[in-house]
Structures are given as C-alpha cells and as structure tokens.
C-alpha cells in the first residue's frame, strides 16, 4: 500500500511540474512572443505616435471567422469586437498595452461559445498587461491623444475608429500602420518556421493524393474538394487562399478558381494549392498531364520552366532581392531555344509570355507584406516561374516555398516532385501488394 502511495505522489508531483514549466501558448506560437512582438512595435513608435490595431470584424452568418492577420501577429486572440493599443516605450500615460474587449452576451455564449472576456483571466491567457472592457475605450483616448496625437492604424481601425479620434482631438493625425507591421513580420521566428512547414505539409499531402485522381472526364470541382479533405485531415482551418485547378484553356487564367470545367485528354490542368495552419500559410503549384504523359511540346515547355526555376534556386543568396530573382528567371526563358506565337500570330522567346512576378513574401497572408528589401536569413518566399500560351491552350507554372539561410535558399516544399517524370510516376494509381 504504501508503495502506492508513494508512486502516485510522484506522479502528481510530475504533473504539478510539467503542467508549471509548459509554455503557455496560442495558435502554437507561446505568449511571450506575442509579448516581444508588441515590444518590438513599441520601440518603432515615436513619442507623439500611437498605434491601434483593430480585429476583424464579425464573420457573415454561417461562415467561419478569420482574425486580422495584424492583430493576430500581436496578440494571438481570434474574437471580432476587440481593439489593441500600443504605446511608446516611455509614454507619460503609464501605460504600454491594452486589449479592449466587448463583453460576450449570455445569449452570444450559448449560441458560439465563449470567447476572450476583458478580465484578469485574458490577461493571465494572453500575457498582455492590460484587458478592459471597450466601454473605458473613449475615456482613455481622451488623455493618451493628448500625448500622442500621431496614430498608427491598421485597416479596421481606420474603418471603426477614425471619426472617434477626429470627435476626441480633431487634429488628430491617422497614419498607415502597414509599414511597422510589414518590417515586424518579414523575417519568421523558429515557431513560424515550424507552422509555415506544417502548412506545407498538408498542401504537399494534397497534391500526392489529387494527382492519382486526374484523368479526362473528372470536373475540377472534384479534384478541389480532394484538396479542401486533405487539408482539414492534417488539421488545416482553411484554405489559404481559394483553389486554383485550371485545365485546358483556364491553364492560361492566372488566378482562375471556378474550377468547374471537365478535363480532356490530351491537356494540361495546373493546380495552385495552399493549406493555412494555425493561421500561416503554403503556396505551391504543380502542372499535370490529364492523361497522365506529357505531350513532346508540353515536356519541352515545362522542362523549359523548371528550368528557370532551379536556375533561381542556385542563383538566390543573402543581399539579392526578389527583382534580382525575377530578371533571371527572365533571362533562362528568354535564352531556351523554344517559341511560342502570342495572340497577334507573332512568334515569341517564351519570356514574352511569363506575365506574372516570379516570388512573393509568405507567411500570415499568402502575399504577406514586402518592402522590397533585401532577403535576409528567415525570410519565406515563393519562386513560381511560369508560361501561358493560350494559342495553345498551355499554361504551366511550377511553383515551391522557400526560405533563405546564411548559403542560400531551402527549398521547404523538396518533398513534392517537380521533374516531369517524377511527376508522371506520381500520377500512376497505387497497385495494392499481394
């Protein structure tokens, strides 16, 4: 009996400690960063600025709510109705943070939930200093504008809140926040790091398990919804951004997303994909063969893509910018000895018909912000080189995530083939073993 005794002490003395040391965190990422992310915008603030940073508003009946990427990144709580402010480092209000909050209805509880309430419990959830109720918003606008008549907003707050601040202190000065949040989210941390791979993940996932179901006959709209199960079996809340599965001539549509044609033989269909995992993001697009063999003209073209592609990757290092980027992949195309005729008959290098960037930043959004600034270790980023020809009806993009290192570039989505072969092989049913 005794022994009993003493083993479960010791398992409640482990549990006591494991549950003390367990970072608390939300959405993955723990709340000490979302504490050094506030921080961090603090410090960019000048004396006489502020800055508010609204929520998204609330969903449309029935449809799955998404928070403000912005108020996200700082403070890790998904509910509308809620404003965060954040001060100077130093500001003469004495204060540094503060989450305003409506308070849930009893009626609002039972029908969604409970969500954050502006009490001592949020804080202690969240880690920021100061929760209040949004009806002490006015009268604490009232004494900070007095010393920071300067406000940053984000979009939201610019919609809700503007007309307050002017009725407070009519000259009161609104300015774009986007800037000090674009340089806070450019470079990831290692927790965003491991979300983004997760993200990834799940999009590679989908690929491997749509390609088995191309072939003529099947609509688009069936091989979206294979893509749409995947991601929420590997515990994706949504698309980040709506599914791109383009055949035939929507190949050439660059942001096509009907998907309700039915393929045919002989054509290409190009998917464009992206899991979003506890609100950070994947992008990667393939271009499949629908009877699964590329043509000659299509396997030159595509090889003529990937091309550029893996130019890009050996040629990206720290300092260059995704302008540098582009203008080799420029360059690959224009040199491939391979033509095409534009819309007028003329005949064409196949650079005349890469239409679109070559990267965007990714991360939060899909496009996340970018200032055109050099890349930096811990920046992600896509490389998507691509031609639309749509005298043939051939439209292929190959597009992967990536992040630079010290060396240079890793590709993050490896694990999905791109060679044409690879490709085929991918697309071949799985024989069940005897």
């Given at each position: ?26 959405w ?64 003469p ?20 939930g409970r ?16 929760v ?23 979009r ?26 674009a ?15 997760k ?7 989908a ?20 893509v749409?199960?995947?991601?929420r ?20 549509i ?42 000659k ?12 592609k ?8 720290p ?7 582009h ?34 930043m ?14 930096q ?6 490389i998507e ?14 597009e992967?995530?990536y992040m ?14 791109d ?16």
């Amino acid at each position: 009996m005794r022994r009993w005794r003493v083993f479960w002490l010791w398992v409640l003395c482990f549990g006591v400690v494991h549950a003390v040391s367990e970072p608390r965190t939300l959405w993955g990422i723990e709340i000490n960063e979302y504490a050094q992310r506030r921080t961090r915008l603090a410090q960019q603030l000048e004396p006489d600025q502020m800055a508010l940073v609204a929520s998204e508003p609330p969903a449309p009946t029935r449809m799955r709510y998404r928070q403000d990427s912005h108020f996200m990144y700082l403070t890790g709580v998904e509910a509308p109705n809620a404003l965060l402010v954040v001060l100077p480092m130093d500001s003469p209000t004495g204060e540094r943070e503060i989450l305003f909050l409506r308070p849930q209805s009893r009626i609002s509880q039972i029908f969604e939930g409970r969500t954050f309430q502006p009490d001592k419990e949020t804080e202690l959830a969240t880690g920021i200093r100061s929760v209040r109720p949004m009806a002490e918003l006015q009268a604490f606008l009232e004494t900070a504008l007095q010393h920071h008549p300067r406000v940053l907003m984000n979009r939201h707050a610019r919609t809700g809140y503007a007309d307050t601040l002017r009725q407070i202190r009519p000259e009161v000065e609104p300015l774009s926040i986007e800037r000090a949040m674009a340089e806070l989210r450019l470079i990831k941390s290692p927790a965003e790091q491991r979300l983004i791979r997760k993200a990834i993940q799940a999009t590679i996932e989908a690929h491997r398990n749509l390609a088995r179901a191309i072939k003529p006959g099947v609509y688009e709209y069936e091989i979206e919804a294979i893509v749409q199960a995947t991601f929420r079996r590997h515990g994706s809340e949504r698309e980040a951004y709506p599914c791109i599965i383009g055949s035939g001539p929507n190949s050439c549509i660059l942001h096509y997303n009907a998907n309700k044609r039915r393929m045919q033989a002989g054509e290409l269909v190009l998917i464009d994909i992206g899991a979003e995992y506890s609100y950070y993001a994947a992008d990667i697009t393939r271009t499949y063969p629908v009877s699964g063999k590329f043509t000659k003209r299509q396997r030159e073209l595509y090889m003529a893509v990937l091309e550029a592609k893996r130019a890009v990757e050996r040629h990206a290092k720290p300092g260059m910018t995704l302008r540098d980027l582009h203008m080799k992949a420029v360059e690959v195309l224009r040199n491939s000895p391979l033509r095409a005729r534009d819309e007028n008959g003329q005949e064409r290098t196949l650079d005349a018909f890469f239409v679109h960037g070559l990267s965007h930043m990714m991360g939060m959004d899909v496009h996340d912000p970018d200032l055109g600034k050099p890349l930096q270790p811990g920046m992600v980023f896509t490389i998507e080189p691509g031609v639309y020809i749509p005298s043939e009806n051939i439209g292929i993009r190959i597009e992967d995530d990536y992040m630079m290192t010290e060396k240079g570039v890793v590709n993050l989505s490896a694990a999905l083939p791109d060679d044409p072969d690879a490709i085929e092989k991918m697309m071949r049913p799985v024989r069940a073993s005897k």
